[in-house]
């Protein structure tokens, strides 16, 4: 079989089990869905089939896991949403339709990423400009205590999203000019020269300052541990990582300090999680975190089964805040039980499998860069928030991959995979 | 740089196994959580359940009963309870509720209730339900109630602040249980203030307190029941053993007078035990209870069940023990020269009661010295009509000797027919009973009694009717709604 055929067989399973979480989910809740929403199902195959044309067009060579492994995430995600709120659904809907398109726009304009790395230094400045962008009274948004919006005219995005696609770009193209001599260094523990070591530093300050200015954890830790790990990955020096870690310790606990928000959901953290003690604020601070604790452990192995758990109130809100965006995760936990949940983390881990073998297979130092850097900042992001939202490490909000609703996510994320696929492409070309 | 990324992908694998033996960690937690404040998960799941009914002893009079919620955003069928019958049962059935969880038999068998009993049909027709797609229904009871007894208890008890409980002195049956003030269940979720806003001539009013098996209170001169008991079982007193009443009793030099409970002259002069009893003297009361000590008759009422919560299927903690009370705690001196025999011996010292354990006192007396286990359910049967569980009577106590049983019955039907309690009396149906007025110390705030059986031979009811607040006595005040009972229990129109 070859590889594109491959590809569309398995795209036509996710088709199915993507039917059957909609009948699922309509079956439990015939009284608020209609029957018409059946076909949201047949709508997503068809978009999805669609990028796959795209694909065996343009891609022949790529990755043929890649794509379904993505097509199901995202079916997880908007058959959750569309449990939550119908409506909600479609409009993720159309977001993936817009993600596609952006992806089939990639693929077939820029055709060769490699010329990405001529443009480095733009697109790292365009990165440093659109993480400033939510700084700009006119246009910043704040939403639960983070200004990671902006907002033009009716719509709200997340700049963040983009600057993290585009400073992976730059990363991958700096650190493939200067891997050797950040390499340097003599006996086991030196440091090479300031000169070198500036650009830890100066990136290090820049995460520094996008936490602060986004209130926000969760930004500052994903930008910096993917930085942490191209760098790492990049030199094989191990004190980059202890240096880089300290120095982000140091930051945390200098905003921890400064920062009461910061304060809160540490606290909130250690009063919460693991041992839950009485001190848990359940019906204040500690009300989502408390709620995405009780969703998870309410799962089961098996779970409520999809549209039966306890999620919405009678009201027809749900009981955890921000539940279809960065709390997705606790909704699965408890329809789809240990399993369901389990078998999410299995879907990124093998993600992140398929990427970083591209990487591997990959012959160039950017190639090679740019793959571990997409790979690393989906499966890094994913981790930081399911961690958060089971109480792992404290909360922070930032959404869940392919998974999450919320539409600037989503189409910075498919870019992610339509770059993921050209290298992938290119690869599997070279070594044919 | 491939070894680094190798690396890499492992130290990513090991954060993801970190998260799932986290979310695992959360499963295992699952019987912890579901409990805790503000948990939705186990309210919900009720909620989705049809309860089983709650119904009167006769099995047609609904005491609880659902009604259905079906809103869109719901997506589901809901059942909100309702209680038809209002205040009339509220103590006994209690309310199951979602802001406020449950009281009374609604919570004590909210298994049965819900369907959630290890009862093998039980399962198995959940397991049926559950594969048809079926709301799962939880099993009805049927209580031992008797829906118009009760009516005329609580509407005797309109306005006042006290309890009257009935039972079955050879079954244990729970007949009326009753309790004002009241409050209406229905108004539990989401007009609680309302209930909070009842005034009663108590203060609180506190119309949530389940007066009869929570509710303490003086017993007085219903008391001498079990110091008889203890005498006449000890053999140290007959029912003629005479007694010289000089209108008082000297107690640690001091002179403990008669009290108004008494009927007939002040001071009686030489009678017998058997008449102390029927004239309710405190003076004789306070001499049998110096001669035979107040450790036997701890050791006594505790053969009648005191210092144990009754074994009713009431939530524990709607139960209180009878006995002594020290700083509002059950106290069981070890040394018995910490407690005054003598005004032990009529109820006093330092005496606290439920109703529902002076209706066992009763009730032993009745049943020739056996009590038996009090139960306020009959049976419990499954959506298929199936009875999967009935209540057989059982004893709890041997109280007394029946000997000493057949003399205190007596006794106690000289209490009725000659004593203080002649307005018990019910024609054609002999009554036994004794009265109490118990001082609180304040003026017009005795707690008045009355406990009582009938018939005398072979009774079928046992009663204790408990007033605070009353300025009269225990026959004037307590007796006639303890007479309205019977009567209404009887099948007579008071």
Known sequence: ?432 | MNPQIRRLFFVLAGLFVALVAMTTYWLWKAPDLEARQGNPTLIVRQLTIERGLIYASDGKTVFARNRKVRKKSLGRTWFVRRYPRGELVAHPVGYSTIERARAGLEESLNDYLTGSNANLDTILNNTIDKLKGLTRRGNDVVTTIDARAQRTAMSALAGKCGAAVALDPQTGKVLVWASQPSYDPNLVEGRFNQIQRITAPCRPAAPLLDRVSQGLFIPGSTFKVVTAAAALDSGAVTQSTTFVDRGYCIEYGKRVLNYADQSGPEVFGTVSFSQALEHSINAVFCEVGKRIGARSIIDKAKDFGFYEEPPVELPSQEIAPSGLYRNGRLYDPRDPNAVDPGRFAFGQERLQVTPLQMALVAAGVANGGEIMKPSLVDRIVAPNGKVIQRTKPDVWKEAMKPRTAAELTAMMTAVVESGTATSAQIPGVQVAGKTGTAETGRQGQNDTWFIAFAPAQGARIAVAVALSNQSGTGGGTAAPIAKAIIEALLGRNA
């Open chain 1, 1 to 432: 079989m070859t590889l594109r055929n491959r590809e569309l067989v398995n795209l036509l399973m996710v088709g199915l089990l993507t039917a059957a979480g909609f009948a699922a989910v309509y079956i439990a809740r015939q009284e608020v869905v209609s029957a018409g929403s059946l076909s949201y199902a047949a709508f997503f195959l068809a978009l999805f089939v669609a990028a796959h044309v795209v694909v065996r067009v343009a891609l022949p060579d790529a990755d043929p896991f890649l794509l379904p492994l993505v097509g199901l995430l995202t079916a997880v995600g908007l058959t959750m949403i569309y449990r939550i709120d119908p409506d909600l659904a479609l409009r993720q809907g159309l977001w993936v339709v817009v993600g596609l398109v952006a992806f089939a726009g990639l693929v077939l304009v820029v055709r060769d990423y490699r010329t990405l790395d001529r443009y480095k230094y733009v697109l790292g400045l365009t990165a440093i400009f659109l993480l400033a962008l939510p700084a700009v009274p006119a246009l910043g948004r704040t939403i639960n205590g983070a200004n990671l919006w902006v907002g033009v005219g009716g719509i709200v995005f997340q700049p963040g999203e983009f600057a993290k696609v585009l400073l992976v770009v730059f990363l991958a193209g700096y650190l493939r000019d200067n891997r050797e001599l950040l390499s340097l260094g003599s006996g086991r523990f030196a440091l090479p020269s300031p000169k070198h070591f500036g650009p830890l530093l100066v990136i290090w300050g820049g995460a520094m300052l996008v936490l602060f200015q986004t209130n926000d954890l969760g930004g500052g830790l994903l930008y910096f541990s993917i930085f942490l790990a191209m760098l790492w990955v990049a030199t094989a020096r191990w004190p980059y990582v202890a240096v880089g870690l300290g120095l982000f310790a140091i930051g945390a606990y200098a905003l921890y300090h400064v920062t009461p928000h910061v304060r809160d959901r540490i606290s909130i953290w250690l009063d919460c999680s693991w041992v839950f003690s009485s001190d848990c604020p359940v019906y204040k601070e500690g009300y989502q975190l408390a709620q995405s604790i009780y969703a998870i452990s309410g799962g089961g192995f098996f779970g409520q089964g999809l549209g039966r758990g306890v999620l919405v109130t009678p009201e027809g809100n749900t009981y955890i805040p921000y539940l279809e965006t960065d709390f997705i995760f606790a909704g699965i936990a408890q329809e789809l039980g240990l399993a369901g949940a389990a078998g999410v983390i299995l879907l990124y881990l093998v993600f992140c499998y398929r990427g970083f073998r591209i990487a591997m297979l990959a012959n160039d130092g950017f190639s090679k860069l740019l793959a571990v850097g997409l790979t690393a900042a989906l499966g890094i992001q994913a981790f930081i928030i399911m961690g958060g939202v089971s109480g792992l490490i404290p909360l922070t909000g930032i959404t869940l991959p392919f998974v999450s609703y919320g539409g600037s996510s989503i189409v910075a994320n498919f870019l992610i995979i339509g770059l993921l696929l050209m290298i992938s492409n290119h690869v599997n070309r070279d070594t044919a």
